[in-house]
């Protein structure tokens, strides 16, 4: 997802000004992104068109820094759509505080449980009874004993041959005699919704009133997370998602969705197999990780003041072709008296932050005037082929500039000296130089 993104604002780069026609490109960019992602297609609908409207009715159009403000827009969105502020979790107004775990097989309930202990015993000092409430896998209630011996909470369980309903009273009465703060009940899961689970879940929360009962996702699902949100939320109303596996190469897609359908707050990402991987989920730090934020933000800025991207890409091409001649330096003298130092520009590519040649190019923006100078009194047969560059020639250009004859032939030198850098760099590092280039 982060990636069709950034290419679809990556276009509106180096654009001084958003054309409608720029517009409806980017915005049919960023619904194939979000489609891409396994996003609800309705979901993606109402994000384009809110989206989009709050681009046109923003004046973006003829804004200063239109691609940096629909960037904006576009996190505002993202965010609003993931529920915009943290929530919580429920708590009951005496101990303890019941929290059920719902969801399919190996959406990670039984690992959550445990984290989410393990949080609520370092966050809050809690004092959490688990509940082992899955009975038809054999190994799961060992998993969840496991887990508590990692994490250091009790786990009550009955064996596999009682009713979970029967096992989830006995567990909260066993929690009130004890006084722990929280119980959480761990409950089985099937590979697919089926009317057998949902049954059973409808009876372990009439028979002990959750105070939440937390859904729990599987982000690496994609489409049909959303499916599992609807169908479980309709039959238990669930009143928060804990999204696992989000540390995995997934899309993202379902964080965007599961909210904007069943309208329940995400409490929970799961990032990791360990029991300290869960945080709380913010929506704004989410929508700045699909967007890539910093990363793009800071391009975008240092791009669109400065930078034209076709001239960047010509500068690149001529390197390559080693046919950057004083023209092009002339040019890029403009450039970099509106970007800052050269020695700063020549750091940003790699490998050259160190290089010793960089010593050489080190140039003083009071001289970049006298440069230019020297440069206005070359004959463009000069300025296109430095080679011809002989004496006679370089002493015409220093009367012509008013220039001392040793700050043309140093200034000739160190162009050549660039000019065999730039290619060195452009040879051996392609790609470091083309990013810089085409930033
Ligand atoms: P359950 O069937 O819903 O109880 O699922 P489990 O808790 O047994 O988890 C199933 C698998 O997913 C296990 O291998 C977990 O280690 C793994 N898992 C759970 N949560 C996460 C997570 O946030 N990230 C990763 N990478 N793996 C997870
Ligand atoms: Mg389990």
Redesign the pocket.
Known sequence: LTERLQNAMRKLRGKGKISEADLRATMREIRLALLEADVNFQVVRQFVKTVEDRAKGSKVLEGLNPSQQIVKIVDEELTKTMGEEAVGLNKAPKIPTIIMMS??????????VGKLALKLKNEQNARPLLIAD?VYRPAAIE?LQTVGQQIDVPVFEMGTDVDPVEIAKQGLKKAQEDHNDYVII?TA?RLQIDEKLMDELKNIKEAVHPNEILL?IDAMTGQNAVATAEGFDKTLDVTGVVL?????DTRGGAALSIRAVTGKPIKFV????KMT?LDVFHPDRMASRILGMGDMLSLIEKTQKEYDEKQAQELSEKIKENSFDFNDFLDQLDQIQKMGPLDEIMKMIPGMANNPAMKNVNMDPKDMDHLKAIIYSMTEQERTDPDIMNPSRRRRIARGSGRPIQEVNRMIKQFNQMKTMMNKVSKGNMSGMENMMNQ
């Open positions: 969801g399919l097989q190996g959406a990670g309930k039984t690992t959550t899955d998993q761990d899961g729990v696992t596996k989000l540390d995995g799961g990032q990791g197999e991987d």
